[in-house]
């Protein structure tokens, strides 16, 4: 018996010896956690609210749409007046690592399409996902014919530490292969789809080019 207790005695002993004495260090990395998380639902919401601007972007250079004007707030995001679609924001990049979602124009006919890491990107149907909205054709005698089918503005994710794209409004979702860093991360890069917003004034009018990982694009500016 006396073996036993001196046994248990020294379990006893080293489990207090490995024990937190109080809830301290618990709470910490609970509160690290939360920050964590606090952010990542943060950037998602950021990301998406880039991309439902890109596809504004889309539309506004289908439509012979221009910027009437630009401004940074205080936060350093440009706000983006349009002609007819109205304003948008483009946040002004965050520190983490996001797959490259982009969108460039088919010169065969003349519509903008999503790209993926390079890559057109396909919906479930297996077709190339469009930005802009479908412009109607003309009718009989001139009447303007009915406006086509909008294009869809991709949404983004965080599962298990990597982001996912949906081009079908949630119903399923695509892993991208791109691990979520930042924000105590490594390697961390613009978490935003467009890096970098110019303005430029040539003889023939103004524009402002929007600089993307993966190249840029132009939108005319107001005289």
């Known amino acids: 018996m006396k073996t036993i207790k001196t046994f248990l005695l020294a379990g006893m002993t080293a489990?207090?010896?490995?024990?937190?004495?109080?809830c301290t260090d618990y709470q910490d990395e609970i509160d690290a956690l939360d920050v964590r998380v606090t952010y990542l639902e943060s950037l998602v919401d950021i990301v998406n609210s880039d991309l439902a601007s890109l596809k504004t972007i889309a539309d506004a250079l289908k439509n012979a749409d221009y910027i009437t004007n630009i401004t940074q707030n205080a936060a350093g995001d440009w706000v983006i007046n349009f002609y007819k679609h109205g304003p948008i924001v483009i946040h002004n990049g965050k520190d983490a690592t996001m797959p490259n979602?982009?969108?460039?124009q088919d010169p065969t006919d003349g519509n903008y399409y999503w790209k993926l890491n390079g890559d057109w990107l396909t919906g479930p149907d297996g077709q190339r996902v469009k930005a802009n909205g479908k412009d109607g054709k003309d009718g009989a005698n001139g009447e303007n014919g009915k406006d086509g089918k909008d294009g869809i503005s991709p949404q983004v994710r965080i599962v298990d530490g990597q982001w996912e794209v949906s081009t079908d409004g949630g119903a399923t979702w695509i892993?991208?292969?791109t691990l979520v860093q930042g924000k105590d991360g490594e390697n961390g890069k613009n978490a935003n789809t467009i890096v970098d917003v110019r303005t430029y004034w040539t003889e023939d009018g103004g524009y402002v080019e929007f600089i993307t990982d993966s190249g840029s694009f132009r939108v005319p500016l107001q005289s």
Do not use: D, H, Q
Request: glycine share 6%; proline share 7%; hydrophobic share 40%.
């Open 101 to 104: 979602i982009a969108v460039e």
């Open 15 to 22: 489990i207090l010896l490995t024990t937190p004495t109080s």
């Open 175 to 177: 892993k991208t292969g």
